[in-house]
């Protein structure tokens, strides 16, 4: 208001020129009054008074000099007169001013006002302070500034203007109202205040429609008081405060907050204090300002500040993200830098980000991140440099807990706010426990991953595409699903992954692992040197390849594996295929396996190509061990085939097993066989066999083993032509229903035998119920019933029953010169089993059926002469059974057997019948009773059988 009390005195000078002149002559004063404006620089060609009396004047249209600094539509003053020389200004009053000012180096340009300046303001046109003022009340209507400076042209606007002034520098401002208008932004002002003669000052503002932008900020709306009190003179010591409501803030990241801001003064220190929030998006942010005043040249200042989001879906950063987070920032400036608006000027900052309860649909669980950072702004551009100890990034996913700590640092362009690019270092990421689809993995896991090429790649601010290594730092996982447990060797694991992100669509991935081993105790199956490679091209395309190696797969049932597998998915299918490879045997699987991705249902299929076993070393046994304690070797071609398939639920149907075996000869080991069978060798010419297994209990499937061009050798015996079908309801151990018949072509042994047959039920694997085992030999028929193998051992008694054997054909058998017989034996050999192998008869007893013929010329003896010369002949009692024996007629015939089948035999041969040729046909009842190893001898096939050593007659 210095101009306007410069105004106030020249009217006081002005008015004791009225005074003198006004009574008489007016349009002489008019002049004086005009002259007197123009030396203090006022006038103008439209000035006029429109009234001049002692106790008013009143001017209009007042302007400066040539720079046209000042403009003043109306000028009134009310004069009193304390004295008859000198009156006094009661009060002034002033409308339509405009003011045209600069600021140039930092001093006022008052242009053409300077001479009025130059006056001052009291009465007597000193600076004496301690005078009655010059005027004691002003009033302006209306006032337009207009401020030209460095920083732009500033307009401030005044209306209803009251100031009363006092003795003393006494001020007391009662009202004033000032728009202001800033190239930075604009305000309304209510002012009020006084200043105290000792130069202390009280000033009350309120701030109305407060807008503005300073750099990325802009202010919609600030309303609010400040208070400001103490000694110009002494600014260190003036002190002040008070709050500013604002709303329609707008920051950078597209947020507009409102709230409170806190002014304070005091102490040579200056402070801010924001509230603000951004509803919509649910922010809060918290900041703090403290300046100080002590070097007005260069004001250091610190700024902290706190960012609060209760929900981070709102900000829209990533699609589907939630949870809470905050940034805490800290920054150690200079006022003028600050305040200039000029990011490239604003000091490093420190921030802490803390973020909790994250979700988002690419991470399964809840996450949670904290870390510390330096941010510094160049040219649009924050470089934001984590510490040292990185971001700590934690998860509650998938049912357990997953860490991990990653370094680096990224720069971000500020508005419009993108990402330019991230350098990232290696970090480590641990897990403690997974749960995925009722499988549960616990660790812990901890792998290190180290970033390729910066790890992240961004193009026009949005994520193109991220690459790591990645090597495994611990031991082992356990994975657990139901009943079943493996057990993942992660030490040696390590690989890659590299993710890239199209336009549009889904990420491309590119996972690869390699040296995993796996062990299952439950199945006892160990895998070693397993890589993994799943690859998705990504954009439209949502299909998956999978590549499988494995370099050895081991279980106790089989030599160990090589495995090699590929595999795809789509959302409409999904099928893996590859082979094992056994190791030694060259034993080949391919293996497929399908899944209809629209209905979950599948199918799954495993063939072996046709293996020559007698070309694997150990043969059956180099395949697997386990055959080791049934078969001792085994040879042939063989192949097996496999398939089962799941519905829409998951429920897995029987697996289907067919399988062959083609020219084998089998040994079987000799703990499965019974005493009296060591030794036993068979083979096959076709062995197919088909099976249903239940998935989760196969050896409780069933099965069907047919046997075609089978044989059998046990010593020096032989079956040849066996077949038959063997149905199981039970694998392991083996059961089948009764009913069970197999059949033998042919016997070569001591006696012949065909057409052989045998009936049974499989009761487990050397367990066997035979109900009827029979062949046709001697012309007749042998069989035994009811006979119950137990693990292997026989009964202790077995009953052979023989049925219309032929005599002539037990003769033949024999292959005794001389010998021949006709006529039927029948009858049953009760047989033993002892325990030491022994085959004991007991009451064996063989009859013939009907009259029959029995001869024995040996070609050395003369054949029976006349009677008469029998009776010279007479050579004693075995001659003359030899005689009867030559021709011997019987009508009757039984054998009794009993003794050790391997070593003593004792058969009796009693014969009821005559010789025509001796005694006139008399009568004969011969017994012959035979003892010795007619088990060897027959064996032997009597060769050089000596029917006098063995034939003792009475």
Known sequence: MVWVSAAAGGVLLLAAIIAAVAVNRAPIAENLVKEKLAELGLGGSDLSITQLTPWRVEVRNLTTGPKGTARIDRLAADLSWPTWTRPAVSGLSLDGVQLNLAITDGALDAGDLAPLLAMGGSATGTDDQSAAPAIPEIMVGDAFVEIVHPGGPTVVSLTGVEVALGAGGAVDLRHGEADIVHPLGQATVLVSGVRRPDGEITLNLTLDGGQGRVGPVELADAEGTLRLSGDPARPLAMAGGGEIAVSGMALPGGLLAGGTVALRLGGGTAGLTAALADDALALRLNGRLDADLHDLAAVPVDVSAEVSAENLSRLNLVPGLAGQGMIAVKAPGMAADLASGDLNRLP????????????????????AAKGRAQITLADGIATVALAEEGLSISGAALGGAITATVPGRARLQVDPFLVSDVELASSRVSVDRLDVEGASVTGPLAVDVKPRDGGLTFEAGALKSAAFDLKAASPSLRIKAGRHALVARTARVKGSARVSLPPEGLPGIRLALSGLGLHAPDADVEAEGLSF?????????????????????????????????????????????????????NLVAGFSVNRD?????????????????????????????????????????????????????????????????????????????????????????????????????????RGIVTIGGGNLRLGAAQATGVEGKLDLDRIWPPHSPPGQEFRIGHIAAALPAKDGRMRFQLQGAASAAIERIEVTTIGGRIWAEDIAVSDGALPEKVVLHADNLGLGDLASQFNVMGLSADGRLSGRVPVTFAADGAVLIQGGELAAQEKGNLSFRPPTRAPVQDEAAQAEKQGGRMDLVLDVLEDLRFDGLTVSLDGNARKDIRARLRIQGRNPKIQDGRPVDLTVDLSGNIGEAIQAEFENFDIQGLTRAR
Not at 348 to 366: F, H, I, R, W
Not at 569 to 584: C, F, I, T
């Open 348 to 367: 490093p900052v420190t921030a802490e980000v803390d973020v909790s309860n994250l979700a988002m649909p690419q991470a399964p669980g809840t996450w």
């Open 533 to 585: 490679t799943a690859s998705r091209r990504g954009g439209p395309d949502e299909s998956w390849n999978v590549d499988i190696e494995g370099k050895r797969l081991r279980h106790v049932a089989a030599a160990p594996f090589t495995l090699s597998a590929k595999g795809h998915w789509n959302p409409r299918k999904a099928n893996l295929e590859g082979s094992l490879r056994q190791e030694g045997s």
């Open 597 to 701: 991705g629209r209905t979950g249902a599948g199918r799954a299929r495993m063939d072996t190509v046709p293996l020559d076993l007698g070309g694997v070393p150990g043969g059956l046994n180099g395949i697997t061990p386990l055959a080791a304690p049934f078969i001792r070797s085994l040879t042939g071609t063989v192949q097996v085939s496999a398939s089962t398939e799941w519905d829409k639920v998951g429920k897995v149907a029987p697996v289907a097993v067919t399988a062959s075996l083609r020219g084998a000869g089998i040994t079987p080991a000799a703990s499965v066989l019974p005493p009296s069978f060591k030794g036993a060798v068979a083979g096959v010419g076709a062995l197919p066999v088909e099976a249903s297994l239940p998935a989760d209990d196969p050896v409780a499937g």
